[in-house]
């Protein structure tokens, strides 16, 4: 299970186009999931959120090494980073940055997250498990730039996600190819990655009948799902991982005590074995017999009255049959327990 995240999102930028709303978004409803009972059940003390103005270069690289002397190495690191990306070619060699909200394009050596700094970062990070879901890769044309004479970023590269994906015990999802935009549809609350990512880690994966949500099975899902949405690929890159890890549980859902059609059939067909008009029942539960169309023996015309009643059909409400039936058997403990 997580122990430990570090989860930064900047939308609003003091030098870059920003990005939309979703961003922000993106970064508190991944918080709030990974808090939550049914989730990772991270402390909220153990839960490190930097968003906008909060996500200046110093701040995150303090919030690393305020980490770096809490992870302990048996525990499961997160890293979540929505925001801009940047790459471009240096001395003959590909270099990638993520962005903080005090990043300047012409001075990326001094204002940005390289990716070989953020290696040496999660490096000093003890935790043996390394999860690491970066979309950055939104570049200009989903941002509304504030002003013209501000350049979009190119989005995060495939250097980067190389050298962020290699070490023992760490994985990494990037919301797309390097030369694909992280979309985020128009009026959507969340990116299309993180909303396919919150379904995963959510519950919708694979159940594989332990209660646990496995780092793979989030990725295969989050691999599968968004390009049945947009034209858009996330990538997967591991190092050398040992399992399947938890990252979350998977939520409990309480059996429900609503009755099914063959359960009730089954019931009033053993308590009035020759149909709904037996004893005058339906008539007495304020049912319009009119509105049957009964054929058959008594349990067919049970199972066709009583879908009448699931669909809101036949005149009366499955309560009050309940009720004229347990007139009749009064200590009938099935009858008993469905009008408890």
Known sequence: MIAHALIVGVADYASVPSLPAAVGHDVADIAALIGEPNGARVPRDQITLLVDRDAKAAAIRAAFADLAARVPEDGTFLFYFSGH???????????????PHDADLTRLAATALASTEIVALLDAIRAKRQVLLIDACHAGGIGASKGAEKASPK?????????LGRGAGRALLTSSRADETSAILTGARNSVFTTALIEALGGATIDRGNGLIGVLDVFDYVSAEVPKRIDQHPI???????????????PVTAPSSAPTIAELTALFTRLYPAGPLQDNLWSRAGGDVSRLMLTGIGVAQWHSALNKVHL???????????RAAADDFPNHPELTALLT
């Open 85 to 99: 990306g940047e790459r471009a070619v240096l001395a003959g060699k590909e270099q990638s940055w993520l962005l």
């Open 155 to 163: 989005g995060f590269g495939a250097y980067g996600m190389d050298a």
């Open 236 to 250: 997967f890159h591991a190092g050398d991982l040992d399992s399947n890890f938890a990252l979350a549980r998977r």
């Open 312 to 322: 809101g059909g036949g005149g009366l409400q499955l309560e009050d049959l309940l």
